[in-house]
């Protein structure tokens, strides 16, 4: 079959298309959440909360104002999200709980010193293990707090887990698929047996690692609209995807994976083979007869759409970096900055934090990308957006810095802060 040919400004359209971040919303019901778990696959997890929790950021991009309590209720009611290690913890979908029990094995440690020092220090703490299983079976959910340490080995490393030797047990646990946190509150986690805690109806079936690698690339390529051999292998379930060009062949053999290749501003053809998942092509057809409808997102920082770094360098020129982990004095941008998706294009980035005693939101910069357009209807849509995520945050009232191009701040004046 002859590649699709498609500009880097289709391809780039694709991408935001196949993450919802183009078009009409779901609705932002339970329903409208599961439409986006399809269309993701995971929704990463994360604790800071300098703005909103990562999960809620990127539901939210998509979704608008919705209840997280949605969230609790599809992990904890429904149980039709679960969590899992996908390309780092997140939320995925129960029905595709196949794809992760095949990492989960009584011997996950492997072999080597590692797995060695696993099996032996489990063995010496084998009262531990006893006790949190009868406890789980007895009272669960139940979190780490709640068992008593009888630890007779504590586990030693370098790190944050020195000396955590229940919740040590708890994640080795966790990684053979025994258990599994089945709610949060805050940041605290709560356990549960795996056997107990997932639907009678969850396929439980060991599939064999073609099959999972299979589907997954499916999902994978679908959810990046499009997409090479080593994005595909980045995204989802990341880099666990042994013998993925003999699957890529035969989801090309059954035509759900079309070759592509991207013609770049210049009019040279991209190098690297390229491929679209066949699902996409509507929504090519879409682009290229003028249905394109984009909105204005301010993306979390570990959002979907741009995880993998050097993917979204490559397709939007668009370099970012997280700087959390980075001193104050050397951060370029700030601790918790969100990128503006405008359009196909990242326009700029903010650096943002609300206050939740205070309930000030704090609009510290806004830095907009070379090039981007800085006009006043850019910032007015800025603004909207902007305004809406103050109100769904619970914010009183918003505080706007001086590091602000003039014409975006201007609409931030006019439209949030009055």
Known sequence: ?????????????????????????????????????????????????????????????????????LLDRLQQEERTIFEAWAHCASFVLTEDYPLFAHHMTEEPEGGGVWGERVRGWMEANS????????????????????????????????????????????????????????????????????????????????????????????KSLRALGIATFKQINN??????????????????????ALPARIVGVDGDVWPDEWFIHRESLPALETIRNGGWQPRTELLSPFDNLICDRERTEQLWDFYYRIEIYVPAAKRQYGYYVLPILHDEHFIGRMDSKLERKSGVYSINALYPESGADVTPESGQAIAARLGELANWIGAKSLAVGENIPDPWREAILDKVTK
């Open 1 to 69: 079959m002859q590649p699709i040919v498609v500009t880097l400004e289709e391809a780039r359209r694709l991408a935001v298309l196949a993450q919802r971040l183009a078009g009409p919303r779901p609705p932002a019901t339970a329903e409208g959440v599961m439409e986006v778990f399809h269309a993701l696959n995971c929704l990463q997890i994360d604790p800071i909360r300098a703005v909103e929790r990562t999960q809620l950021l990127v539901l939210w991009s998509r979704l608008g104002a919705f209840d997280p309590a």
């Open 235 to 256: 995204h989802f379930i990341r880099k666990r995807y042994p013998g993925l060009k003999e699957r890529l062949a035969e989801l090309q053999e059954g035509g759900v």
């Open 127 to 218: 009262a531990l293990h006893e006790h949190i299983l009868e406890r789980l079976a007895a009272e669960g959910p139940l979190t780490s707090s709640d068992f008593d340490d009888l630890g007779a080995l504590p586990w030693e490393s370098s790190g944050w887990s020195s000396g955590r030797t229940v919740t040590r047990m708890l994640d080795f646990l966790y990684y053979r698929g025994t258990v599994m946190s089945v709610a949060r509150k805050g940041n605290t986690k709560y356990w549960h047996l795996a056997e107990r805690w997932l639907p009678p109806a969850t396929d439980r079936s060991d599939w064999a690692e073609a099959d999972v690698v299979r589907r997954a690339a499916h």
